[in-house]
C-alpha cells in the first residue's frame, strides 16, 4: 500500500511538471490579415511556407492596397499579432516572443526596415524578467499605452521604467523611471523628520536643561 501510493504520488508529480511544458510553448505560425478599410491598405502575414499555390509568385508578408494588390512594402520576418501600426500604416512595432535566448523586446519596422530595441537596453534590472518554462516577459502587457493618432507606443518594464516610443522611428521620446521618481522624495521625507526630530530634541533638552537650572 505504502508502495502504491508513492508511485501515486510520483506520477502526480510528473503530470505537474509536464503539463505546463505544453502549455507554455509557441503556437505554430498562421496567415492573417489586418484590414484598414478607411485607408484602403491591408497587412498581411503569411509563414514562409504557407502562401497560395496558384499564385505564381508567392504572396509576401507585409502592407498591400487593398483595392488593386499593389505592394507598399514587406517584411521578411513572421510576428504574432501583436502589432502596432502608426497613423499611416507606413511603420509599426512588434512585440516579440522572449523565449531564453531572445533579446529583441521590441522591433520597429519603417516601410520594411527593422530596428530591433533590446531588453537589455530597456531594463535597469534584469532579475526582475519573469520566467517560465521556455520564455520570460519583460515587461507589462495591461501598462501599455498605444496611441494610434499619435503613432506612439508606451510600455512599462517589470522593473519600474516607463519608456514611450515614436513608432515610426524607433526612438524613445519619454522615458519615465520610477525608482528615479520615488527615491528622492523619500529621501527628502526622512531628512524632513530627522530634522524635525532633532529640532524637537533641542527644545526639550533646552527647557530641561532650563529648569534644573532654576532649581
Not at 504520488?9 to 492573417?32: E, H, K, N, T
Not at 534584469?126 to 520564455?135: F, G, I, M, Y
Not at 523628520?193 to 526639550?204: R, Y
Request: glycine share 4%.
Amino acid at each position: 500500500m505504502k508502495q502504491i501510493k508513492i508511485i501515486s504520488l510520483i506520477f502526480l508529480l510528473f503530470l505537474v511538471s509536464a503539463g505546463p511544458v505544453q502549455a507554455d510553448s509557441m503556437i505554430a505560425p498562421i496567415p492573417y490579415e489586418i484590414d484598414f478599410e478607411d485607408q484602403d491598405l491591408v497587412f498581411r502575414m503569411v509563414p514562409s511556407d504557407n502562401y497560395d499555390m496558384n499564385q505564381s509568385v508567392p504572396e509576401e508578408s507585409g502592407l498591400y492596397v487593398k483595392s488593386t494588390g499593389e505592394k507598399i512594402y514587406t517584411v521578411n520576418e513572421y510576428f504574432y499579432q501583436e502589432l502596432y501600426f502608426s497613423a499611416d500604416r507606413m511603420s509599426f512595432a512588434a512585440m516579440t516572443w522572449q523565449e531564453t535566448n531572445e533579446d529583441r523586446g521590441i522591433v520597429f519596422c519603417n516601410n520594411g526596415t527593422m530596428n530591433p530595441v533590446r531588453v537589455t537596453d530597456l531594463m535597469k534590472d534584469l532579475d526582475a524578467r519573469k520566467h517560465t518554462v521556455s520564455h520570460y516577459t519583460w515587461e507589462q502587457y495591461n501598462e501599455r499605452v498605444y496611441d494610434e493618432k499619435n503613432s506612439t507606443l508606451s510600455v512599462l518594464t517589470n522593473d519600474g521604467i516607463r519608456y514611450t516610443f515614436d513608432i515610426n522611428t524607433g526612438e524613445i521620446i519619454q522615458t519615465t523611471d520610477k525608482r528615479a521618481t520615488f527615491l528622492p522624495g523619500n529621501m527628502w521625507l526622512s531628512i524632513s523628520i530627522l530634522a524635525i526630530v532633532l529640532i524637537g530634541s533641542v527644545f526639550i533638552l533646552y527647557f530641561y536643561w532650563k529648569r534644573i537650572g532654576k532649581k
